[in-house]
């Protein structure tokens, strides 16, 4: 597609179980990028992917969450054991290498909701 | 540390006024990155401007204009003649060379008709 594409756009998950965050990043871009956005609140930077690489873990809040890019393709964002603060909107973006091209391509992002 | 603060949370305008979202930035880097994002209530972000931090150069594109003074650590945003379609949430963001964007909490800005 023309566009970063996420997966599934709304998740709705019960205290205790797992999730999987799909991230489609535009064709030919290199970098990727995951970030939360709670309500009302700015994007928090998660994680960083240049290809298949990750090159940046800070932001992920704990050990329950673990993203790969295996292909340096799509991106997979999981989050175990899923607790009631993880609710959020999670944002994809991708941009070629280094702000070469000046910006990052957002996805719609997930909602994710956690009862 | 590297901090973005938008002091505005939220600003309502009436149509066709001028309106200034405030961005003021902290980092300890010589050479970084500022960006404003707009938000729709779609929920996508939208590139709207990068600069670096060599350009103090302000910039217009249309309605829009940027004030970038680093002596004041400040990149603020100015919408003229403000249309409805102007009503989102902005973000003004900073990034250093190791890619990762910082941003700030958002201004939510309501254009009344």
């Known amino acids: 597609g023309a566009g970063v594409s996420q997966s599934p756009r709304y998740k709705v998950a019960k205290r205790g179980q797992d999730v999987a965050l799909r991230c489609d990043p535009i064709?030919?871009?290199?970098?990727l990028f995951w970030y939360q956005q709670a309500l009302g609140q700015g994007p928090e930077f998660l994680t960083y992917?240049?290809?298949?690489?990750?090159?940046?873990k800070s932001g992920l809040p704990s050990d329950r969450f673990f993203a790969e890019r295996p292909e340096g393709s799509v991106s997979t964002l999981k989050i175990q054991r899923t607790q009631q603060e993880d609710s959020a909107v999670y944002l994809c973006a991708s941009s070629l290498p280094r702000f070469t091209a000046g910006e990052l391509f957002f996805g719609e992002g997930s909602r994710l909701t956690v009862l | 540390a590297q901090k973005v603060t938008q002091a505005q949370t939220e600003i309502s305008v009436v149509e066709k006024e001028d309106v200034t979202l405030d961005c003021v930035y902290e980092?300890?880097?010589?050479?970084?990155?500022l960006f404003w994002y707009k938000q729709p209530p779609s929920g996508e972000l939208v590139f709207l401007i990068r600069r670096n931090s060599f350009d103090e150069q302000n910039e217009i594109s249309g309605r829009y204009s940027w004030n970038f003074q680093k002596s004041t650590s400040s990149f603020n945003f100015t919408i003229t003649a403000s249309q409805v379609v102007d009503s989102a949430v902005y973000f003004c963001?900073?990034?250093?060379?190791?890619?990762?964007?910082?941003f700030g909490k958002g201004t939510r800005l309501h254009i009344l008709p």
């Open positions: 992917f240049q290809n298949e690489a990750q090159l940046d």
């Open positions: 963001a900073l990034a250093n060379r190791d890619d990762k964007i910082i």
């Open positions: 980092t300890r880097d010589t050479t970084y990155y």
């Open positions: 064709s030919g871009h290199v970098s």
